[in-house]
């Protein structure tokens, strides 16, 4: 069911430092962050097979993408970090992204990235968000146009000159193709969700989150969804294969304090009696997630808006909410 979670999106361990954004009441979302870097700053694509467009590039850092199992014919949310070859993450860099064929011709792009701030205010901390620190994460919008087996790699300007990223190949499907997540404008998969309430009161048993995750553990997504927007946050903090899932869970709490009294907010852990062995829960094989994590906001009609697959900042996840709750 899963993609190669271990060899990919494990390589891109993400968390969120320090203090910062929204959390004080709220809701008006930070504006979407621009690239500042321009097309021109980079190499053109025109009449490019991969290895010419790298020809005269030195080798650079690691792409380490956290967006893999969301790829799909369309236009792509691709988010990444960098690296260096001593696996250092790489902050404030300008970064364009490139699509190739398999044979590493048919290039596209360069496709800038912005970057968002990955910081989350203290008190939305949990104990257990044990990933290593990074201050923001890049994300470029990415059109693939065919699907099939698909490069993605990028150039970076680091110190003043152009250097060439690793890159990653995936195998792009079909927009629509079965067996896939919900996608905009798809019916939000109708399952129930535990709750604080029916184990008992006891919510370390439906959220690895120290301490749980409780306001987003108090409706049942069969009991809201068509009702009231939703943001739905699939996630297992304490054995999350991308040490990704704490993170998202404290952004999810974040903008949940902004919004809760405009949308839901609910965690659906990922392993039944969050324990690895027991396997997938339910609800993860009833909306056919490959990876972990994954938000869904989710219209009051009940039709996903938008989805994050792995890391997203709080200013994404704020814009996409309020989005939803805008005529609310």
Not at 20 to 49: E, I, L, R, V
Not at 169 to 190: F, H, S
Request: with cysteine; aromatic share 4%; proline share 8%.
């Amino acid at each position: 069911m899963r993609v190669a979670l271990s060899v990919i999106a494990a390589s891109a361990v993400l968390a969120l430092a320090g203090c910062g954004s929204s959390g004080d009441g709220s809701t008006n979302p930070p504006p979407s962050p621009q690239p500042t870097a321009k097309a021109q700053d980079f190499p053109s694509a025109k009449g490019k097979t991969l290895t010419s467009l790298r020809a005269d590039l030195p080798a650079g850092p690691i792409l380490a993408p956290t967006t893999v199992g969301s790829l799909e014919v369309g236009d792509n949310r691709v988010a990444f970090a960098l690296r260096d070859r001593a696996n250092k993450l790489l902050n404030g860099a300008d970064v364009a992204l490139y699509t190739t064929d398999h044979d590493g011709g048919n290039v596209k792009g360069p496709y800038l990235a912005h970057t968002e701030s990955l910081n989350v205010q203290t008190q939305f901390r949990a104990q257990n968000a044990d990933a290593e620190p990074v201050g923001s994460l890049y994300v470029a919008m990415v059109p693939i146009r065919k699907a099939g087996k698909r490069v993605i790699t990028g150039v970076a300007r680091l110190d003043g000159r152009l250097v060439a990223t690793t890159g990653f190949e995936l195998t792009i499907p079909k927009r629509g193709q079965k067996g896939r997540p919900p996608n905009v404008g798809d019916k939000a998969i109708d399952v129930h969700t535990p709750t604080i309430a029916s184990v008992g009161g006891d919510a370390a048993k439906i959220s690895t989150r120290i301490p749980p995750a409780d306001p987003m553990l108090k409706d049942d997504l069969a009991s809201v969804v068509g009702k009231k927007p939703i943001v739905l946050v699939f996630a297992t903090p304490q054995l999350c294969q991308s040490r990704i899932c704490g993170p998202v869970v404290d952004v999810a709490m974040q903008v949940q304090s902004d919004y809760g009294d405009k949308a839901t907010f609910i965690q659906q852990e990922i392993y039944k009696n969050n324990k690895i062995a027991d396997g997938y829960t339910p609800q993860v094989n009833a909306w056919r997630l490959p990876t972990e994590p994954w938000i869904f906001v989710i219209g009051k009609d009940g039709r996903v808006m938008s989805r994050f697959e792995g890391a997203v900042s709080v200013g994404e996840l704020e814009r996409a909410v309020a989005a939803a709750t805008k005529e609310t």
